[in-house]
């Protein structure tokens, strides 16, 4: 299964930040791009298959990674697997304080403070419920990242381009579900047939 993820409307302004401190850090400003485009096509969007669970072989791999770049979280979004462990890294020659908050419930997963560049914190709690997780930095409150957990293998995050692919989806008709941190989540009825690629387009709503 192949697609593109669109957005109709406007597209929200980017934010421009001032930090008051860690200027060697963080710069003196700062773009927090929570929609990144090409045209109309958005990256940056989750998007999974709710009711697949069967058919495709799951990875093994179980170590996953986020990164605090110049007072940034890098991937800004992700879809992991469910179990293993989490990474927290520092790239900065700055100290992050880094906030784990499973975003269903608002519930405090765990904080991870970093002082030393090149220092990295291994998590094995964040992943061990399906659901959004959401990474804040408590010193620099513009920074957000976002890790999405899933307990199958069918999920993607769309490319700059908004495309994504879905590989060895069995026949049958799905429920395809895309989510973006402005834009929200939409659903829709999308049907797989045997011996037959199939292309899905889905538009998400401008503010």
């Not at 791999?61 to 989490?86: D, H, K, S, W, Y």
């Not at 049958?172 to 939409?186: D, M, P, S």
């Amino acid at each position: 299964m192949r697609g593109v993820v669109a957005f109709d409307g406007d597209a929200p302004a980017d934010t421009t930040v001032t930090p008051i401190g860690d200027h060697d850090v963080c710069g003196t400003t700062l773009v927090d791009e929570t929609v990144e485009r090409l045209g109309d096509r958005l990256a940056g969007v989750v998007v999974w298959l709710a009711d697949a669970r069967t058919g495709k072989r799951i990875s093994l791999a179980r170590r996953f990674e986020i990164t605090n770049e110049r007072c940034r979280l890098l991937p800004r979004v992700q879809a992991v697997l469910l179990g293993g462990t989490l990474n927290v890294r520092n790239a900065d020659r700055g100290q992050h304080r880094n906030r784990l908050v499973r975003q269903r419930s608002g519930r405090l997963i765990t904080f991870v403070t970093e002082t030393d560049e090149g220092q990295v914190v291994p998590v094995e709690r964040a992943l061990t419920e399906v659901g959004m997780v959401e990474v804040r930095c408590d010193q620099h409150p513009w920074t957000r990242g976002w890790v999405a957990v899933f307990d199958h293998p069918y999920y993607a995050v769309t490319a700059r381009d908004g495309s994504f692919a879905l590989d060895s989806v069995p026949p049958g008709k799905y429920r395809l579900v895309a989510w973006h941190e402005r834009f929200g989540r939409t659903e829709q009825r999308v049907t797989v047939s045997a011996g037959r690629e199939a292309k899905v387009e889905v538009t998400l709503k401008g503010e």
